[in-house]
């Protein structure tokens, strides 16, 4: 299975830092991840797909980088509906695997 | 705009059967996967399952190949996760996502088995 490595597994921020999430992946998975904001007792909202490609309706604070095994995510002046639990997720080879997510925290 | 709605959650003693089910409701319909992923109270996300769009071609986890069945009915847009043998670790909220298109007729591996839209989830409790 490939195995997606999250860091940092929490984060406290204030309103307008930048902020930074990275995934690892154990093997090249090319662009093939996406990533995902989750807020309690909600469905998870993909950000980003494509490793760098805005989801319509996203706000464009977020960006996505990377490709093969190193990915980011970049929520460029944070907002307080941004505080939640982000994670990625690997489409490249069956299982599908998530990171094991980042909460997002207010300083 | 699309709607993903899950139902059939419920608690249930270990051992037994379970059968969820999710409606996709699209206005324009597309060929599409659906998949079910899950998490365990306080847990991460696990993906479970997905099926293509004609319903021919079907992946598991590890965790409940053997056990789990994921069906549809395409004309019906509906979607199922048949639950056998249920243990305490398979307690978690069930999400139905879509994916972007049809992994069936992909032209390379890692091609629409994405997760796009995610319904608000139905819980499932195995407890005696």
């Known amino acids: 299975d490939v195995q997606m490595t999250q860091s940092p597994s929490s984060l406290s921020a204030s309103v307008g830092d930048r902020v930074t999430i990275t995934c690892r992946a154990s093997q090249d998975i090319r662009n093939d991840l996406g990533w995902y904001q989750q807020k309690p007792g909600k469905a998870p909202k993909r950000l980003i797909y494509?490793?760098?490609s805005l989801q319509s309706g996203v706000p464009s604070r977020f960006s996505g980088s990377g490709s093969g095994t190193e990915f980011t995510l970049t929520i460029g002046s944070l907002q307080p509906e941004d505080f939640a639990t982000y994670f990625c997720?690997?489409?490249?080879?069956?299982?599908?695997?998530f990171g094991g997510g980042t909460r997002l925290e207010i300083k | 705009q699309v709607q993903v709605v899950e139902s059939g959650g419920g608690v249930v003693q270990p051992g037994r059967s379970l059968r969820l089910s999710c409606t996709v409701s699209?206005?324009?319909?597309?060929?599409?996967?659906i998949h079910w992923v899950r998490q365990a109270p306080g847990k991460g996300l696990e993906w479970v399952a997905i099926i293509s769009y004609d319903g021919r071609h079907r992946y598991y986890a590890d965790s409940v190949k053997g056990r789990f069945t994921i069906s549809r009915d395409t004309p019906k847009n509906v979607l199922f996760l048949h639950m056998n043998t249920l243990r305490t670790e398979d307690t978690a909220v069930y999400y139905c996502?879509?994916?972007?298109?049809?992994?069936?007729?992909?032209?390379?591996?890692?091609?629409?088995?994405?997760?796009?839209?995610w319904g608000n989830g139905t819980t499932v409790t195995v407890s005696s």
């Open positions: 996502a879509t994916s972007s298109g049809d992994f069936a007729s992909a032209p390379s591996r890692g091609f629409f088995n994405d997760i796009d839209v």
């Open positions: 997720l690997q489409h490249n080879t069956y299982p599908l695997t």
């Open positions: 699209r206005v324009t319909l597309r060929p599409e996967g």
């Open positions: 494509a490793a760098s």
